[in-house]
């Protein structure tokens, strides 16, 4: 798709690369373990490089398409194109941080683990998120914060999702 006046940000280079490749190599060995997490990593990382900086659903569609026409193409796997056709969501902060036993050494990392790894449901990503929101209105006194999660922000990264939510919660003082 090449960029017109109205679509000048419709430019890839190997930047855009190399972001879906960082993305990928961000994944433990033990979380791909299918050709089908395998490539619905990959279409997610592809959407989030790429497919986001679409503005109309008709190029989101045009994208899409290509995008199946492609692993077709390509791949004879049926469980790749079935995976590639469906759409998974991947974050990292699902897991919850280990609890003390007391034995542990003063080396021990007892923070969150950062596993980028498929969600399971959407429900559970809304309520994780919910709990983290509540978590931060705890730690903050005053005005708390109180935000509707939209299914369209589960697919962003982390810290875009961390960025937009104090940006929102700096703008309604």
């Known amino acids: 798709m090449l960029p017109t006046p109205a679509k000048f940000h419709y ?15 961000s994944f433990l060995c033990t979380v ?3 050709p089908k997490i395998l490539m619905a990593a990959w279409k997610h990382e592809v959407c989030r490089v790429i497919a986001d900086r679409f503005t109309s659903q008709a190029d989101k569609d045009w994208f899409e398409k290509e995008l199946i026409a492609h692993v077709t193409r390509h791949l004879a796997d049926t ?18 941080a280990p609890e ?8 021990v990392d007892m923070e969150l683990p950062k596993v980028y ?4 449901s959407l429900d559970d990503l809304q309520e994780r998120l919910t709990m983290f929101m509540a978590m931060y209105n705890d730690m903050i006194r005053g005005h708390g914060m109180d935000l509707v999660f939209f299914q369209v922000i589960f697919h962003y990264p982390p810290n875009v ?11 309604s003082f």
């Open 100 to 107: 003390p036993t007391g034995d542990e050494t003063e080396e």
């Open 161 to 171: 999702i961390v960025s937009s939510v104090l940006i929102v919660f700096f703008y």
């Open 11 to 25: 430019i890839f280079n190997l930047r855009d690369l190399s972001r879906i490749w960082q993305g990928m190599s």
């Open 79 to 96: 469980e790749c194109i079935e995976a590639v056709q469906q759409t998974q969501y991947f974050v990292d902060f699902m897991r919850d």
């Open 32 to 34: 791909i373990d299918t």
């Open 117 to 120: 790894e498929p969600v399971s």
